[in-house]
């Protein structure tokens, strides 16, 4: 699939892309998203909140990636 001339990107986050959905936008992953920012020194709390306010809480205006959330169990701890 190819990439929408249009799409948005997470700069420093192409570790948590799952691929790209039938609209050429891409696909990440909530948890990936989360270990990233654990992996570069934020506590897991930290991590879920920076992730939720600073990616989630976009609520979708000017962004067209989609996010992919797990079951509770695959969430690292």
Do not use: T
């Not at 654990?38 to 067209?64: H, K, Q």
């Amino acid at each position: 699939m190819m990439l929408a001339a249009d799409a948005n990107k997470l700069d420093g986050c192409n570790g948590c892309i799952l691929g790209v959905n039938a609209d050429g936008y891409l696909v990440y992953s909530y948890a990936l998203l989360c270990q990233k920012h654990m992996d570069d020194g934020m506590p897991m709390m930290e991590a879920v909140e920076f992730v939720d306010y600073n990616i989630l809480g976009l609520g979708g205006r000017g962004v067209n990636w989609e996010i992919v959330f797990p079951l509770i169990d695959e969430l690292p701890e």
